[in-house]
Every structure is written in C-alpha cells, then in structure tokens.
T-cell receptor
Framework: GAVVSQHPSWVICKSGTSVKIECRSLDFQATTMFWYRQFPKQSLMLMATSNEGSKATYEQGVEKDKFLINHASLTLSTLTVTSAHPEDSSFYIC?????????????FGPGTRLTVL | SQQGEEDPQALSIQEGENATMNCSYKTSINNLQWYRQNSGRGLVHLILIRSNEREKHSGRLRVTLDTSKKSSSLLITASRAADTASYFCAPFNAGNNRKLIWGLGTSLAVNP
C-alpha cells in the first residue's frame, strides 16, 4: 500500500506553546487528508478534512483557530496545535485518501504523540 | 450516522485459536472495511468487502457481510501473538461525504 509519514513521532512541549505536525504522502498524491485524534482506549475521532488548495473542513466541536490545518501541496498537510494545553495531549493520526471507483481507501500515518506539560 | 460498533470490546485468546470479532452498523453501505491498529500506531487496512459480497478471504482472515442484519464479522484463524492489536470496522457510504466513521474497536490479545 501507499506510505504516509508523520513528523515528529512524539513531542513534549510546555503549556502555551504551538506545535506543528506534518503529514506526508510519500509515493502518491493526495488531494484529501484527514486528521484524527485518539485518546487512550478510545476510537479515532475525526477532527478535520484537509483539502489541497482550499480551507479545511472541521468537525463539530473542533476549534479551527486552535487546530490550524494547511494543505499546501498534494503531498503535505500540516496540523498546528496553537497555545497547547495539557488537555490537548493525545495521539494525532493523519490519513491520506486514495479515490477508487466505488470506495474510499485511506492510508494512515504512524501517528504523533503529543504531551503538553 | 453510519458508525460501526465492534463486539466484543476486548478478547483474549491463546495462540493457535481462532478469533472472531463482530461489527454492526445502522445505515446502508457501499462497502465495509476492517482495519488493525497496533498499540500507539496508525491504522493498517486489512480487507474490504463490498455490499454485494457475502464472504471474502485474505490469508488467515475471513470476513463475512450480512446486509440484511447490517453486520459483519472478522475471523482470524490460527492466531499468532503478532495479531495482538485493536481491530476496527469502517462502514462506508459514498453519500456521506466519503468519510469513514469509527467505532471503539475490539482489543485482541493473543497469548503465547
């Protein structure tokens, strides 16, 4: 399958700082990428849909000013957690969508573990 | 919502045994996919079954789909310790803005 990378793999930061997470599709182009958040023993919660060249679509309850998404190219989407607080500590996973004729296949990155002190 | 709900939430078996996980959903679908997630990692696509299919095999994996009952099952035969992971089903309907909605998954532990 296609490869999606995330950087960094983990990050520890102080409360109030901003953290940028990168998601790259390494061997294919992705017009659509998704950002998920996963708390321990919980399912993935879709935060937003990132569309290349246009604004991201945020799910209900997700603050767009706090979680800034930039999909500047067909192989890169970034998620910036602004003014991070301890409650933002979570596992952030991105995926890139490959359009098939009748179904939607997603390839997931390895995730980024964010710990806010 | 077309969220998939997996059952059981947790399953512990011995190596060599078979593991069966179930998924139920509420709306019509075009297909249903199963994914695996190892602890602290992203998801890996395992298998896709279309709405007009009833059963599909891939290696030690067997997936069934019953659209009349809106349910699917994933069977892992001759389980191995490396199969220890969480398993998620993702029902897909092309009309739902092509988003996959996730349940809590089944946490499978295969004991050596």
């Amino acid at each position: 399958g296609a490869v999606v990378s995330q950087h960094p793999s983990w990050v520890i930061c102080k409360s109030g700082t901003s953290v940028k997470i990168e998601c790259r599709s390494l061997d294919f182009q992705a017009t659509t990428m998704f950002w998920y958040r996963q708390f321990p023993k919980q399912s993935l919660m879709l935060m937003a849909t990132s569309n290349e060249g246009s604004k991201a679509t945020y799910e209900q309850g997700v603050e767009k000013d706090k979680f800034l998404i930039n999909h500047a190219s067909l192989t890169l989407s970034t998620l910036t957690v602004t003014s991070a607080h301890p409650e933002d500590s979570s596992f952030y996973i991105c995926s890139a969508r490959v359009e098939r004729v009748s179904y939607n296949e997603q390839f997931f990155g390895p995730g980024t573990r964010l710990t806010v002190l | 919502s077309q969220q998939g709900e997996e059952d059981p939430q947790a399953l512990s078996i011995q190596e060599g045994e078979n593991a069966t996980m179930n998924c139920s959903y509420k709306t019509s679908i075009n297909n249903l996919q199963w994914y695996r997630q190892n602890s602290g990692r992203g998801l890996v696509h395992l298998i896709l079954i279309r709405s007009n299919e009833r059963e599909k095999h891939s290696g030690r994996l067997r997936v069934t789909l019953d659209t009349s009952k809106k349910s699917s099952s994933l069977l892992i035969t001759a389980s191995r310790a490396a199969d220890t992971a969480s398993y998620f089903c993702a029902p897909f309907n092309a009309g739902n803005n092509r988003k996959l909605i996730w349940g809590l998954g089944t946490s499978l532990a295969v004991n050596p």
